[in-house]
C-alpha cells in the first residue's frame, strides 16, 4: 500500500503561490495515477487536479490556468504548483494515489489518501 504525505501548505495573501508537495512510499508509484482534493469548511471534498502516470494532466474549471500538478517519478513525489490564488481556494488540501495508470476526477476511485495540509488564502 501507498502511503502519502503532504507539506507546503500554509497562509498566502490573495495572488500569491504556494507549492504543494506529497511524497509517496512504494516502488510501483509510476505506474499510479495521483490525484489532488481539497475540502473546506462545511463542505464536501471536491477534485482539484489529477495526473497519469503517462504525465496526462486533467483539473476543475476554477483551477484551469492557475495550478499545476507534476510528478517526479525519481523522487516518488507529485506537486501543486498554486499561482493567483484566491480566498475561495482556502481549505485541507489532500493527496490521493489511484492504484490504476489512468486519473479519475471522482474521490472514490483513489485508494490511498494523506493526512492533508491547510492552505489559507487571506483577502
Known amino acids: 500500500q501507498v502511503q502519502l504525505v503532504e507539506s507546503g501548505g500554509g497562509l498566502v495573501q490573495a495572488g500569491g503561490s504556494l507549492r504543494l508537495s506529497c511524497a509517496a512510499s512504494?516502488?510501483?508509484?509510476?505506474?499510479?495515477?495521483m490525484g489532488w482534493f481539497r475540502q473546506a469548511p462545511g463542505k464536501e471534498r471536491e477534485f482539484v487536479a489529477a495526473?497519469?502516470?503517462?504525465?496526462?494532466?486533467y483539473y476543475t474549471d476554477s483551477v484551469k490556468g492557475r495550478f499545476t500538478i507534476s510528478r517526479d517519478n525519481a523522487k516518488n513525489t507529485v506537486y501543486l504548483q498554486m499561482n493567483s490564488l484566491k480566498s475561495e481556494d482556502t481549505a485541507v488540501y489532500y493527496c490521493?494515489?489511484?492504484?490504476?495508470?489512468?486519473?479519475?476526477?471522482?474521490?472514490?476511485?483513489?485508494?490511498?489518501w494523506g493526512q492533508g495540509t491547510q492552505v489559507t488564502v487571506s483577502s
Open positions: 512504494g516502488r510501483t508509484f509510476r505506474t499510479y495515477a
Open positions: 490521493a494515489c489511484r492504484y490504476s495508470p489512468s486519473i479519475s476526477d471522482s474521490k472514490a476511485d483513489y485508494d490511498s
Open positions: 495526473i497519469s502516470w503517462s504525465t496526462s494532466t
